[in-house]
């Protein structure tokens, strides 16, 4: 389990400290890895193919991604990632056609990088004319290539683009023809080529707060602990949090509390399935009670450490959003 320490300042935000008390803890699932082989995707294609679609997409899955570089600064763009604390192991480079040196210096740039090691693939995105067009009338622009076309039309830059994109098509490893697909399917297409074991990995966030201070904006899910008893009025429990061993283990005993927690778990289950299929990667669950210093405290470790025993390699981040508030 990697932990992430935080504090809280009086804004309520959140910023890194190297102290003992954890407000922020992560948690990983057992098929987590943190070193892997440095790897290039290069996103080019037909103009309206989707291209945007496939960098979000690659984002997502742990790639970090750059938009129209000259190829000639490819090799140093890996070199400095491989340099960067931490490395960065998974490039995505989009390249369009008004890159006007890509089609001619691709093929030694993909030489460049195999002999370095870098596996590098070169997905290609197309469509039918016809889509292209439409796609285009909806976003009302230009295409890249329209201007320099003989009669200035939109079909004539699309062959024009097709013409000079004809050799990367060529040496692409992996063409996609988008024209019948929807985002989501599109979505889900590339993840079966490049996402691996991220292709199922969610980041889920549980989080603690009290109700007293408002719910979380961008919570998911909201758990309600107040049906527990409140250890506030224990004398010896008052001062203490959630994250203490005799307030977690008064909160965890209480009537209910077991229960709750695994109808808790079960519902995070089975909506983190339907997140996977729906291409979702990021979920907030939010546990509250009054103050957010005792009972939701306690019930948000326990979820993140029963969420967190998993063999989906998940990110579980357990977040105390009031705690220290009072």
């Given at each position: ?65 750059a938009d129209n570089l000259p190829p000639e600064l490819i090799v140093r763009m890996v070199d400095l990632g491989r340099g960067a604390e931490p490395p960065i192991r998974k490039l995505a480079l989009v390249m369009d056609v008004r890159n006007r040196f890509f089609t001619g210096n691709l093929a030694v740039v993909g030489e460049q990088l195999r002999a370095a090691g870098v596996r590098t693939r070169i997905l290609f995105l197309e469509a039918s004319d016809d889509v292209l067009i439409r796609r285009f009338g909806f976003a009302r622009r230009r295409h890249p290539l329209q201007s320099e076309s003989a009669d ?175």
């Open positions: 389990m990697t932990r992430v320490e935080a504090s809280t300042d009086t804004a309520g935000n959140s910023k890194a400290t190297d102290t003992g008390d954890s407000q922020s803890t992560t948690r990983r699932g057992r098929s987590g890895s943190d070193s892997a082989p440095v790897e290039v995707v290069i996103v080019t294609g037909l103009s309206g193919a989707g291209r945007g679609t496939a960098a979000r997409v690659l984002e997502d899955l742990g790639y970090y991604v200035g039309t939109l079909t004539a830059g699309i062959a024009a683009e097709r013409q000079r994109l004809d050799p990367v098509k060529t040496a692409a490893d992996v063409v996609i023809d988008t024209t019948a697909l929807s985002i989501h399917q599109l979505h889900r297409k590339l993840e079966e080529v490049y996402g691996g074991d991220a292709a199922t990995v969610l980041q889920l966030t549980v989080q603690s707060f009290g109700f007293k201070y408002g719910v979380p904006l961008d919570a998911d899910m909201v758990f309600d602990l107040r049906f527990l008893p409140n250890p506030h009025w224990i004398s010896e429990l008052r001062e203490k949090t959630g994250q203490d061993a005799p307030v977690s283990e008064y909160v965890l005993s209480r009537p209910g509390a077991q229960d709750y927690l695994g109808t808790a778990r079960h519902l995070v289950d089975l909506t983190t399935e339907g997140y996977r299929q729906e291409g979702k990667r990021y979920m907030t669950v939010a546990v509250g009670c009054t103050g957010g210093k005792h009972r939701s405290v306690a019930i948000a470790e326990a979820l993140g450490d029963a969420l967190a025993d998993n063999d989906a390699g998940d990110v579980v981040r357990v977040v105390h959003r009031d705690l220290g508030r009072e």
